[in-house]
């Protein structure tokens, strides 16, 4: 082209072949910019509803999420059948959430910081990069403990004092059965911190139960029962077992006993004010005395309002909207309170006074409704005052 004939003031411009390889090279370019600023947190509860720890993360990171994604593993069938002749279905005790930033420097909290876990109410969750090639994701999966033989209700929180003393880092545990006795722990550690020479394990007294520890390289098979590496479980000889008439063993499950004080009257003040106790029972007998005191009407709910995608932006300082549904329940209360007798001269009727008690039984409902959707407010705004001071 003659040079008389370039526009003015036209700036270089980069031509692309599109070509396959040309392509392929944008796209990888594009999705590691993006890879950079995805976490995945494991460990998470199979029920836990995820909306306020993802709501915690962005507030922790100082950023906001722009895509997250639950990934559940489906129901495990076994070969047995319930009385009804249906499979049965366990569902896995975990499940993850992919979450992508939009920002690098949330990825960067977690992973350049070091942060292995968070501890989210009673549990603990696991903190790993969301592509599993990469060398930090490794890092933090390839070297750990096992540990068998604990409680039940053991939590990550019992085990802090053992995972503090082998340099743990984070832990997670087994699924259990309903006729588990005991469960198993895993610890992973720094592969700095990891004994790479090890050739046994060791064995302690944790909350009266023997519990073990190996390296993740020696751990193989273990009793079902009391978590011992030395025996099958067939051939296991805990103590601590009852038998039924076919003399089968059925061995006891394992707890902590947390000497919780179950709250109770004093037999002093139930005497003494035995009278308003009463007063109260009766009270809340009436409320519940109706058969159909438990419907609620239905509502009819605005489809565009609950159409968001859960790619929409999760800003940090945000709260979640409360639900407006006791509004709509006072405005109908006050609607269907206004009661106008047309017949002034006519007495009323059986049939009108069994629908007056209706009227007030539902009177009575609206308010007790309005008074718990309060509480939940008051309880969802302290969660929420919490978790942003976290």
Known sequence: MPSNLNPEGLKPVKIYELTNTAINILIERKLSTLDQAVIKIMDIPYNYDTSMLIKHLAVKTNSNIIDHKEIKKPPKKIPNRNNRG???LIKPAYKQLIVQFDKKSAYDYFIEENYWSLEIENFVVRILPGNQNDAEFKKRTSKYYKI??????TTAMDLNPLIKYIYGRTCTFTQTTKLSTMKNAYIYVSPNNYPEDATGGASLEFEGYKIYTMPGHLTGKTCNICGSPLHAT????????????????FFNKRFIDRKEEKITINETHKNRYNHVITLNSNKRNQQTKSPHNNYVQPQSTDQSNNSRSRSLLYPRHNRPQHNNAHSNISNNYKNNNTHTNTHPN???????DNSSKRITQLEKQVQTLLQNIKTLEEVNSYVDKRLSHI
């Not at 067939?234 to 063993?249: A, G, I, S």
Request: with cysteine; proline share 9%; glycine share 4%.
């Open 86 to 88: 249906r499979p049965i």
């Open 148 to 153: 068998t033989g604990l409680p039940l209700n």
């Open 234 to 249: 067939n051939v296991c000889d805990d103590k601590n077992f009852k038998t039924d008439n076919n003399n089968r063993k």
């Open 346 to 352: 006519i007495q009323n009727s059986p049939q009108d």
